[in-house]
């Protein structure tokens, strides 16, 4: 086994065993770029390592046989104290990883070879410079010595000059630093920094290896869900000086423009500098545009190389860079990160420059960044007063007034008004407040905070953990620190505050609202073909007839009235997948449901049904219009009864006060007692679904003549109604059995009375592990099955779903027991081996049996590419939410 590659040995698609950046700086090597030679410890030998506790025994030969090899090629050895070669030692994982060991730069350096540096450059600062980084970067990184102490140290050297940035140190500054720095490493680790340049070098790589296991490495990978056992590689990279003068310097760049995607130049460049010194913005670096100036030859060389890179990796990527006395080096280059707009921009521009083909365009997109591009947003033309900024932890614009408890919060909306509710961070008490809000806002905690996840649940905006921020709640303030970090600014309760979801970003005052340009095209007041459409709507466009023309799985909808029904086929449904009943039995019907829970006999239960018929049958008959030509299933009654009743307390109230009045009070009171007795602990576990249609006679009777009616009326006024009548909460085959038999009658009667052929088809839920464990006898009874996932994920889980967003689930994302909720993405390994199960043995019993999934999943798009994979017919979402599901069935055939 070879634990050792030459950056000449290997290319990109070794990720796997040299790490995205090791293989990158190898790609770049063989594309002939300048790329200062150096080699790659494998990934594999890091596994051996954390696996057994120390390096393989081959591997220090293989370093030595590669460091002696570059040494030769580079005419000087590490660390020689005349004219020492140094390197850097790179950690670089498969994916790129926060929490990982920072990079360590001038290994080689020691008090023997800091005077050859600094002959070689004829330059004493520069090498005095180079050697303090190294102790500090290799006491913080390495050595585990606190990095404050160091900054201090540095701070303190450039106050005792008078000087504010660290160019205006000089040589003799720079060594004092060095013997300090010494002292530190010394004092805080009870050894002296290492002199020997090999043991930096091996030190180095094992701290490497050793980082991969570090608590923030491992609880981040948990959370993305990225296997613990990939361990990363080590890169070991010939250093080159951007710290040698105005005519040395480091950057970044990208390829394209990462917010637009136009192809430009962008990016930053610091003269005489080293490494991090761009990004950790410890001077003002340049427009890159400035190096033409600066350095003509290098600019024109790296905007060639830009293009290059862009050609051979067929995307946008960026890229960082060191130019040493006019001679530029490239030292990594990756696929670069875009905005949401810019994906899709850039799938249809490399589409167009002949890069890839419409497949691959479709894979450079995803269905997270079409529904960021769907949410309202602020206005990028309007004034803005920025106070601070957090993370964006749930993506809209929002804007209300400042409140800074949940009872204001409540109170206020109730009254009208909208409110911003802000916290130092949400626990949940402050539900009834989160609910109440446009937005929310905290300046503690992250992405997995209560806040967030509670926020996101919701789909409400939410701007988390701005620290800059301070929330007074005592005192309802909060005061910024103002976009000139000085001046302080106070937000009283009340005072109208915008807070954007997508980018963290808070402001003072109202800030102007537009709707999503993608969303109008949705909508379809904006045509996406048309020649002057905005370029983000034409490409967004473009690439859903992608994913349209290519993708197995339909799109239906959730909707249960003609409005809904209308806008989710302008967004693209095939039909509704679920059609909530229950819908159509509140507002000023719940009366007559009361009527019929209440009644004590036949005759006043039948009579309340028959009030209830003709409003049922008139839902249906606007929506089967809507759905014209498409199907629509509907589901019976499914919430526990209870629903449909007044409150208890409410209605406990209202009889006392009646008894105490001596007012007649004989309806509350058989109320009351109705509502006590239908009383359950476990309610979404008891009387409902299948339950009531068996236990109320009549009701599905009543249900199912409604629908039947409703499609008869439709088919004899030319329409093309295409109902499929669903039964929830089945737990087994009998119960099925028996609605069926039930409907069957009822729908020959109606089509007998009406002279139509209907074409009604039967099917079930599977939403109980029951019955997806029997789901091969349940076919026998279903023609469809619709998975309803959200049940099934409660029933397998034995969460409820009400109860554990708020209380628990923090808990179990900040422990990375699982990376998002399994009510947002469906659990695979779990609920979703019940989906796959119950599909194939449904389809065993039925080949023809049609299969669904109805449950919020419907929408998510990982979700959409398992239920792609287990071979579903369609998915059903919330009308919102279809282009999302469009645009991933199209990825998941692409
Ligand atoms: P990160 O993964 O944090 O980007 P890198 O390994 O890329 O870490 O290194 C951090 C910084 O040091 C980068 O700016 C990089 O360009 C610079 N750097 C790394 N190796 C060298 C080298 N051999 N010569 C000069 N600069 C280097
Ligand atoms: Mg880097
Ligand atoms: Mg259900």
Known sequence: QKFVYDFTEGNKDLKDLLGGKGANLAEMTNLGLPVPPGFTITT?????????????????????????????????????????????????AKFSMPGMMDTVLNIGLSDASVAGL????????????????????????????????????LDEAKRAKGVTT????????????????????????????????????????????????????????????IPGDLGTAVNICSMVFGNLGPDSGTGVAFTRDPASGHQGVYGDYLQNAQGEDVVAGIRNTVPLADLERIDKASYAQLMQIMETLETHYKDLCDIEFTIERGKLWMLQTRVGKRTAGAAFRIATQLVDQGLIDEAEALQRVTGAQLAQLMFPRFDEKAKTDLLGRGIAA????????????SYTAVKWSRSGEKVILIRRETNPDDLDGMIASEGILTSRGGKTSHAAVVARGMGKTCVCGAEELEVDTKRRRMTANGPDGKQSIVIEEGEVVSIDGSTGKVYRGEVPVVPSPVVEYFEGRADGAAEDADELVKAVHRVMTYADGGRRLQVRANADNAEDAARARRFGAQGIGLCRTEHMFLGERREMVERLILADHEDERDEALKALLPLQKSDFVELFEAMDGLPVTVRLLDPPLHEFLPDITDLSVRVALAEARHEPHENELRLLQAVHKLHEQNPMLGLRGV?????????FAMQVRAIAEAAAERRNAGGDPHAEIMIPLVGTVQELEIVREEAERVIAE??????????????????????????????EAAEFFSFGTNDLTQTVWGFSRDDVEASFFTAYLEKGIFGVSPFETIDRDGVGSLVRAAAEAGRATRPDLKLGVCGEHGGDPDSVHFFHEVGLDYVSCSPFRIPVARLEAGRAAA
């Open 394 to 405: 749930s993506p809209g614009a929002a804007v209300g007034k400042a409140v800074f408890d």
């Open 118 to 153: 600094a002959a070689q450059a004829g330059d004493e600062r520069f090498a005095w410079d180079s050697y303090r980084r190294l102790i500090q970067m290799f006491g913080k990184t390495v050595l585990g010595v606190d990095g404050e102490l160091f900054e201090e140290a």
């Open 750 to 779: 109606v089509e007998r009375a009406t002279g139509t052929d209907l074409g009604l088809t039967l099917g079930t839920m599977i939403e109980l592990p029951r019955a997806a464990l029997t789901a091969g006898q349940i076919a």
């Open 691 to 699: 339950r009531l249609g068996l236990v109320i006679p009549g009701l």
């Open 166 to 225: 660290d160019v205006e140190l000089d040589a003799a500054d720079l060594k004092r630093l060095v013997e300090d720095f010494k002292a530190t490493v010394a004092k805080e680790t009870g050894r002296d920094f290492p002199q020997e340049p090999r043991e930096q070098m091996d030190l180095a790589i094992r701290a490497v290896f050793d980082s991969w296991n570090g608590d923030r490495a491992k609880l981040y990978r948990r959370q993305e869900r």
């Open 44 to 92: 594999e030998a890091c596994k051996v390592y954390l696996d057994s506790g120390s390096e393989p025994t081959a591997l220090r030969d293989e370093v030595s046989a590669h460091l002696e090899a570059l040494e030769k090629r580079m005419g000087k050895k590490l660390g020689q104290a005349d004219d020492p070669l140094l390197v850097s030692v790179r950690s670089g």
